[in-house]
């Protein structure tokens, strides 16, 4: 089994940045993508960036072009960059890891508000 923690969340102006953490462990040899995804009050769960293995990354058109997703594989940690921040980006981010099995493992969550 695979355990993500998510750092990093808060609360930040709009325009600023921020950057979030999730740090893996356990079956770590398991895991193929990563990414990150959001949950905003009222809405679904969405798609934030993914980034594979071998450092493919993909990303919503919302983001496209204020966020960065990276991954250090010696740490077992993805990182999310956040800049020009949008109080529409106001969610919860779950950091999610694939692997194997049917369905990814989920971190806890981190509470990002943008305030206007």
């Known amino acids: 089994q695979v355990q993500l923690v998510e750092s990093g969340g808060g609360l930040v102006q709009a325009g600023g940045s921020l950057r979030l953490s999730c740090a893996a462990s356990g079956s770590l040899f398991s895991i193929n993508t990563m990414g990150w995804f959001r949950q905003a009050p009222g809405k679904q769960r969405e798609l934030v960036a993914t980034?594979?293995?071998?450092?493919?990354?993909n990303y919503a058109d919302s983001v496209k072009g204020r966020v960065t997703i990276s991954r250090d594989n010696a740490k077992n940690t993805v990182y999310l960059q956040m800049n020009s921040l949008k109080p529409e980006d106001t969610a919860v981010y779950y950091c999610a890891a694939f692997t194997i099995s049917p369905l990814p493992a989920w971190g806890q969550g981190t509470q990002v508000t943008v305030s206007s």
């Open positions: 980034i594979t293995s071998g450092g493919r990354t």
